[in-house]
């Protein structure tokens, strides 16, 4: 393992443009669950053609709504992880860093990466479902079951997460591309790499010439392409992917005795 270790670190001196893509694996040690793994995934107890499209918030809001009140629930009462705060310490240390997430959970900001590129959206925010504009819950209006409209049109409030079927937000993915087309070495961290556009970063990156690293417990279908690959949970890896770079990349800046 330590000749793998040797192998990620020597692409990573303050100097490289780095890459981080995270998925929801980087929050299961804080509680919340994952999407796809068997048994404990979102997606193998809930229906997401039921919860989480717009034809879903037009058929049933409450229902829709209530779910997510739930997360959001579920959410105010977790915290950020080890491998949340290894990768804003990460972030400190590479002045070219970029940490892209498909997560809503809004767990990286709050461990103190100072930037982030939400493609999901997130899910603390809501927006008008007619105008497309992000309205402060303190601002909404109350109606009558239970659920928030818009002071301006009186629409619907639904969360501002990207629902099955519908585009990212145009400037985080493009600027996610732009990163990936440009950087030395990309993290595929925690993510299945099946749901597009995302699962495609880590591809382009490689066509691009970048060092591939994914750090999972599971294989994925980008596995066979990494030039690099950590077995693990994040919340263990990352912490040890930082004390690994310290070692490298620290004691060679040292005071010089
Ligand atoms: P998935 O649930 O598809 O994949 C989670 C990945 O995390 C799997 O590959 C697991 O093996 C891995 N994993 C589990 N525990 C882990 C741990 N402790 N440390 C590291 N990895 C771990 O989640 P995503 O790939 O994020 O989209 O899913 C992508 C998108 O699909 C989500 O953003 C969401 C979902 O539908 C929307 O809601 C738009």
Not at 70 to 88: F, I
Not at 90 to 113: C, K, M, W
Not at 128 to 139: F, G, T, W, Y
Not at 161 to 180: H, K, Q, T
């Amino acid at each position: 393992m330590q000749a793998e270790w040797d192998k990620i670190t020597a692409h990573l001196p303050p100097s490289a443009r780095v890459v981080v893509l995270t998925g929801a694996g980087v929050s299961e040690e804080s509680g919340i669950p994952t999407f796809r793994d068997p048994q404990t995934g979102l997606w193998a107890q809930y229906d997401p053609m039921v919860l989480a499209t717009a034809e879903a918030f037009a058929r049933d809001p409450k229902l829709v709504w209530d779910w997510y009140e739930w997360r959001r629930e579920a959410r105010r009462n977790v915290q950020p992880n080890a491998g949340h705060r290894a990768l804003a310490e990460l972030a400190q240390n590479i002045p070219q860093f970029v940490l892209v997430t498909q997560n809503i959970d809004g767990l990286h900001r709050l461990a103190g990466s100072p930037e982030v590129i939400e493609l999901h959206g997130n899910l603390q925010r809501n927006k008008c479902s007619r105008e497309n504009v992000v309205i402060d819950r303190a601002r909404a209006r109350p109606t009558e079951n239970g659920l928030l409209a818009c002071p301006n049109c009186g629409a619907l409030l639904r969360p501002d997460v990207v629902w099955f079927g519908e585009m990212l937000p145009r400037e985080a993915l493009s600027c996610a591309i732009g990163e990936a087309e440009r950087c030395d070495v990309f993290f595929s961290v925690g993510t299945s790499a099946v749901v597009e556009p995302a699962a495609s970063l880590p591809r382009l990156a490689k066509q691009y010439g970048a060092f591939l690293v994914e750090i999972n417990p599971r294989e994925t279908p980008i596995s066979g392409m990494a030039d690099a690959t950590v077995h693990g949970k994040s919340g263990e890896v990352l912490p040890e992917l930082m004390r690994q770079w310290r070692l490298r990349w620290l004691k060679q800046s040292g005071p010089g005795e």
